[in-house]
């Protein structure tokens, strides 16, 4: 590895690291609560709410993010409703806005089957005594179901956390400069591909890593919590 190409592509990528965490972050923090709330749904008895959320999914699980990504940003764009409506377009208008929107619809298609399952496998007879002692459907909810879903979510969860951050490198195919797009531009002005790519691929292993540890020390906390 030529150590020339290294000091001078590291203060880029690092620069394009910021980008990713801020999309990554941005796709977690409300990617997640958003994707619990969609589980609910699909597990509503409401049969119209159901559906939707079980269509939502099937569309966002079942189709390509890179795609996803076009359609915002390019498809939608075309819409002269969304072109004039200055806070929709500011979702979508912007590479980085729209970046972003891809990845919490997305993630939150995913979390929201991650959560319904984990819902599903709660124990009917701890909810029936926590109802029977005359706790609101709130109050269930808070102390009782999502406690003991969030236990039973966490590792499929981690998988998933890993899957947003490296799937923000898709970013850059809408001209956002993230780590991936200072890659690519990198790549053009050296042609030094592996020695920047092997670089790319350590930032992203080492945010994953903090990342995958983090999630694991919670639940590991969990796991203690009676």
Not at 136 to 143: A, K, N
């Amino acid at each position: 590895m030529n150590l020339d190409i290294v000091t001078y592509a590291i203060p880029f990528l690092l620069v394009g690291a910021k980008t990713t965490l801020l999309i990554a972050l941005f796709g977690i923090v409300l990617g997640f609560p958003f994707g619990i709330v969609v589980g609910l749904g699909r597990g509503s008895k409401n049969r119209v709410l159901r559906n939707i959320c079980d269509s939502y999914c099937a569309i966002f699980r079942g189709t390509p993010m890179l795609v996803q990504i076009f359609i915002i940003y390019y498809g939608l764009a075309q819409v002269s409703f969304i072109r004039h409506n200055p806070v929709l377009w500011w979702l979508i208008g912007e590479g980085l806005n729209a970046a972003i929107l891809a990845v919490v619809l997305n993630t939150g298609a995913y979390t929201a089957e991650i959560f319904r399952t984990a819902f599903l496998s709660l124990p009917k007879g701890l909810i029936e005594a926590a109802e029977a002692c005359g706790m609101s459907p709130w109050h269930v909810f808070t102390r009782v179901k999502f406690p003991l879903a969030l236990r039973q979510a966490l590792p499929a969860y981690s998988s998933e956390a890993a899957i947003v951050v490296k799937e923000s490198s898709l970013a850059s195919t809408i001209t956002v400069l993230e780590i991936t797009g200072y890659a690519k531009r990198l790549m053009s002005e050296t042609f030094a591909i592996m020695d920047i790519f092997i670089i790319t691929a350590a930032l992203y292993l080492a945010m994953n890593v903090v990342a995958l540890t983090a999630l694991k020390l919670l639940e590991r906390r969990l796991s203690f919590v009676r």
